[in-house]
């Protein structure tokens, strides 16, 4: 159980500091504007964020774009937490972050530091069968529990991946929807 909650307490500050870190930095609209090829005066603006790495790639698919929220659905809620656990085992930090931010808000606030800081020392802790594992993960829905249309309970039994994890290693989350999309909150 100790080791479930320093976790579960690491990631929860991880996200805390993806809300803080995406808030002014990349916001969902940055996002959605780079698939789309934006006009060349937006892309005067962001030059260093169009070519940079494979977390912007991915994105798009897992943000709603700012004229339409993401759909309010179970498996809108398995895609994001499968979105979660790819860039977990890829250290995409900043998609780890930004999906996880209310949880990681909340571990700051209890003192753990910002998500960033957080997640590079989860990082370090996850091994690389892991890592590998979790690109691929994916979620049985018959595993999930929906608590309510708004949350849902993600078990770690419901991950599905190459290597085993448990609540020490893993852990279970709760993903509720806010802002549009769905979000870990604890």
Avoid at 175 to 186: G, R
Wanted: with cysteine; glycine share 4%; aromatic share 4%.
């Amino acid at each position: 159980m100790r080791a479930r909650t320093m976790v579960s307490v690491a990631v929860s500050a991880c996200v805390a500091l993806v809300a803080c870190a995406c808030g002014p930095e990349k916001s969902t609209e940055d996002t959605d504007a780079k698939p789309s090829q934006p006009s060349a005066s937006a892309q005067a603006e962001e030059p260093s964020a169009t070519p940079s790495g494979s977390a912007q790639t991915e994105k798009p698919s897992a943000e709603p774009t700012s004229d339409q929220p993401a759909p309010r659905t179970k498996e809108r809620a398995i895609q994001r937490y499968e979105q979660y656990l790819h860039a977990l085992g890829r250290e995409d930090i900043n998609t780890v972050c930004e999906v996880a931010g209310p949880a990681a808000k909340k571990a700051q606030d209890q003192g753990l530091g910002p998500c960033t800081s957080t997640y590079s020392v989860v990082f370090q802790m996850i091994s690389p069968a892991q890592k590998k594992a979790l690109q691929t993960a994916t979620v049985d829905p018959q595993r999930i529990t929906v608590r309510t249309p708004d949350k849902i309970e993600m078990p770690v039994e419901a991950v599905k991946a190459s290597a085993t994890f448990s609540e020490s290693d893993l852990g279970s989350y709760t993903l509720e929807y806010l802002k549009n999309d769905w979000y870990i909150t604890d």
